[in-house]
């Protein structure tokens, strides 16, 4: 059962509304579907999504900082192991 929710969850929607390689905003960094379907959502979808939203962000901060930036790198098996997003 889904908790009773009291306050909407506000969009993560910061004004940047472009779009990095990858295909997320980089204001926000949701993808496209989880832009334009945010007032679809549930309250429990939106905290996910904005949870992922900080995942990613971080992710590609962390990428900036490598020695070798991941465009560069010619296959998968050079990449760290992903840990676990939960």
């Known amino acids: ?10 969009s993560p929607c910061v ?12 204001g ?4 496209r579907e ?3 379907n945010w007032l679809n959502f549930t309250p429990a979808q939106q905290r996910h999504i904005i949870k992922l939203c900080k995942q990613r ?3 590609k901060r962390l990428a900036q900082r490598n020695v070798i930036p991941v ?5 998968e098996e050079d990449l760290p192991p992903q840990g676990n997003l939960f």
Request: with cysteine; glycine share 6%; net charge negative.
């Open 28 to 31: 926000c960094m949701r993808k």
């Open 1 to 10: 059962m889904e908790q009773l929710e009291f306050f909407s969850v506000p």
């Open 71 to 75: 465009t560069q790198v010619d296959n």
């Open 15 to 26: 004004g940047v509304c472009t779009v990095d390689e990858k295909g997320y905003c980089q």
């Open 34 to 36: 989880e832009r334009f």
């Open 57 to 59: 962000y971080y992710r």
